[in-house]
Nanobody, 131 residues
Framework: VQLVESGGGSVQAGESLRLSCVASGYTSSLFSTYCMAWFRQSPGKEREAVAV?????????TDSVKGRFTISKDNANAKTTLYLQMDSLKPEDTAMYYCAAANFPGATYYCAARQRLFAYWGQGTQVTVSV
């Protein structure tokens, strides 16, 4: 499995970005059921899970991004792409964002409880939000 992120950049507070993560090595049907997530890490801080998506179609978010970020999977037409739509960005959202995937399926709550077991990681894409 390989994960390749794109879409990061520098924006001003209040603007939007959409991150993409192309996951190779999954069939589109497996992709829809396997645990996937977006993490972020900024200097001096621990890595945190921002959004998690499993097989149930629901999503879980860290409190600081609820209502502003949306995680989604696109497996139509054999695609295997994970997105993170980020709206109303704030300076505190500045970080390196990573796409991560597990080698097991599960409902979203199941995936969120096992985020330390995610085996596959992308190279990261930088998001910088200025005031």
């Amino acid at each position: 499995v390989q994960l390749v992120e794109s879409g990061g950049g520098s924006v001003q507070a209040g603007e939007s970005l959409r991150l993409s993560c192309v996951a190779s090595g999954y069939t589109s049907s497996l992709f829809s059921t396997y645990c996937m997530a977006w993490f972020r890490q900024s200097p001096g801080k621990e890595r945190e899970a921002v959004a998690v998506s499993g097989s149930s179609g629901s999503a879980m978010y860290t409190d600081s991004v609820k209502g502003r970020f949306t995680i989604s999977k696109d497996n139509a037409n054999a695609k295997t792409t994970l997105y993170l739509q980020m709206d109303s960005l704030k300076p505190e959202d500045t970080a390196m964002y990573y796409c991560a995937a597990a080698n097991f399926p599960g409902a979203t709550y199941y995936c969120a409880a096992r985020q330390r077991l995610f085996a596959y990681w992308g190279q990261g894409t930088q998001v910088t939000v200025s005031v």
